[in-house]
């Protein structure tokens, strides 16, 4: 079992930063490939980043490219999700997700362990 608690969530002007992260504790953290994932009140649950058990390779939703950044540091057992220049459309509950597996996946059903999700809010 692995458990994830995020934090770093809050309420943020438009163009405003945010810092999300996700600590993990059970299994070996290194061993799995991490992802963000973020729902909005009436939607389906959407990817928004991954990276690599190593951290050398990372993708993205097209919508957050040059704004994200996913990142990760395995000696402190966390993912983080820089998010810059936030818009009201990146308001939702966001999701880090651990997948055992090394190929790359968009897709929820693929990740193996989730967290509770932390809420950012994006006001205009």
């Known amino acids: 079992q692995v458990q994830l608690v995020e934090s770093g969530g809050g309420l943020v002007q438009a163009g405003d930063s945010l810092r999300l992260s996700c600590v993990a504790s059970g299994r070996t953290f290194s061993n799995y490939a991490m992802g963000w994932f973020r729902q909005a009140p009436g939607k389906e649950r959407e990817f928004v980043a991954r990276?690599?058990?190593?951290?050398?390779?990372?993708y993205y939703l097209d919508f957050v490219k040059g704004r994200f950044t996913i990142s990760r540091d395995n000696a402190k057992n966390t993912v983080y999700l820089q998010m810059n220049s936030l818009k009201p459309e990146d308001t939702a509950v966001y999701y880090c997700a651990a997948d055992s597996a090394s190929s790359y996946s968009s897709n929820s059903r693929s990740y193996d362990y989730w967290g509770q999700g932390t809420q950012v809010t994006v006001s205009s």
């Open positions: 990276i690599s058990q190593n951290g050398g390779r990372t």
